[in-house]
């Protein structure tokens, strides 16, 4: 059984850089041909995909987040982490990480229960 669990930070002041890690257990990051996705959902609204790590450590990222985001990974630990910048309010959401066994198509199967990070000062 695959298990995810984000930590970090749950209050970002505006302008600073949001830091969050995600830990897999039951489950190697590095086998193929899983990816590893950040996933947000900010009060109100819809699931909005952020970025993933594939399993040999490529990064993709949402062209609407591209330039403030960054996906990192720590096969030593088996984790993966997200970083984004220059953080607003608007950046308030539950952030989730989960495994994408999709091909053509994004399919989660196992997701973390999600942190909630609030932008304020």
């Known amino acids: 059984q695959v298990q995810l669990q984000e930590s970090g930070p749950g209050l970002v002041k505006p302008s600073q850089t949001l830091s969050l890690t995600c830990t897999v257990s039951?489950?190697?990051?590095?086998?193929?041909?899983?990816?590893w996705s950040w996933i947000r959902q900010p009060p109100g609204k819809g699931l909005e995909w952020m970025g993933v790590?594939?399993?040999?450590?490529?990064?993709y990222y949402s062209p609407a987040l591209k330039s403030r985001t960054s996906i990192s990974r720590d096969t030593s630990k088996n984790q993966f982490s997200l970083q984004l910048s220059s953080v607003t309010p608007e950046d308030t959401a539950v952030y989730y990480c989960?495994?994408?066994?999709?091909?053509?198509?994004?399919?989660?199967?196992?997701w973390g229960q999600g942190t909630q990070v609030t932008v304020s000062s």
């Open positions: 039951g489950g190697s990051i590095t086998t193929s041909y899983y990816a």
């Open positions: 989960a495994r994408d066994v999709g091909t053509e198509v994004a399919e989660y199967d196992y």
């Open positions: 790590i594939a399993y040999d450590g490529s990064p």
